[in-house]
């Protein structure tokens, strides 16, 4: 990853995560925010990615935004998804946005392997890093709903 700009990745992900929601629930999501925010949403799904270069893709979200976002992926009113199913709608928006930003990395000559997706929970979480360790950090939404997404990579 490092072979190209961090500007680059950043889109490359963002540009990922739109498809994906897009393809998955109809909406429409745009970047709000590219300021740097080390916090997370009560939940967040990641993946690592390793290959030449390693990272790391979160995308957190509050669980009421998960609940919309899962809705509308498996066609479910938001009252009757189990919480589990929100987690899992969480583990496979992350894989398919790694899964999708995988494939674009691998035409710039780098080939990446992806680690399963997780899912964290929990209030007050955010990112440490060390020095050398560069971190892209934006929020996507609508006027609906938002997700945070970060990509750590070294």
């Given at each position: 990853?490092?072979?190209?700009?961090?500007?680059r990745i950043g889109s490359i992900f963002a540009d990922a995560l739109k498809e994906v929601i897009s393809t998955t629930t109809g909406f429409s999501f745009e970047?709000?925010?590219?300021?740097?925010?080390?916090?997370?949403?009560?939940?967040?799904?990641?993946?690592?990615?390793?290959?030449?270069?390693?990272?790391?893709?979160?995308?957190?979200?509050?669980?009421?935004?998960?609940?919309?976002?899962?809705?509308?992926?498996?066609?479910?009113?938001?009252?009757?998804?189990?919480?589990?199913?929100?987690?899992?709608?969480?583990?496979?928006?992350?894989?398919?946005?790694?899964?999708?930003?995988?494939?674009?990395?691998?035409?710039?000559?780098?080939?990446?392997?992806?680690?399963?997706?997780?899912?964290?929970?929990?209030?007050?979480?955010?990112?440490?890093?060390?020095?050398?360790?560069?971190?892209?950090?934006?929020?996507?939404?609508?006027?609906?709903?938002?997700?945070?997404?970060?990509?750590?990579?070294?």
């Amino acid at each position: 990853m490092n072979t190209i700009s961090k500007d680059r990745i950043g889109s490359i992900f963002a540009d990922a995560l739109k498809e994906v929601i897009s393809t998955t629930t109809g909406f429409s999501f745009e970047i709000c925010s590219q300021e740097y925010d080390s916090g997370f949403g009560e939940m967040t799904g990641l993946m690592s990615l390793n290959g030449k270069n390693h990272g790391m893709v979160f995308i957190s979200a509050d669980e009421m935004a998960m609940r919309r976002i899962c809705s509308f992926m498996t066609g479910l009113h938001d009252n009757d998804i189990a919480v589990k199913d929100v987690e899992d709608a969480l583990c496979e928006l992350v894989n398919m946005t790694a899964g999708s930003a995988k494939l674009r990395f691998n035409t710039v000559d780098d080939a990446y392997s992806l680690s399963p997706p997780f899912v964290l929970r929990g209030n007050n979480m955010y990112i440490i890093t060390k020095k050398r360790v560069n971190v892209i950090s934006m929020t996507l939404g609508n006027e609906e709903i938002s997700v945070k997404l970060k990509v750590v990579f070294y």
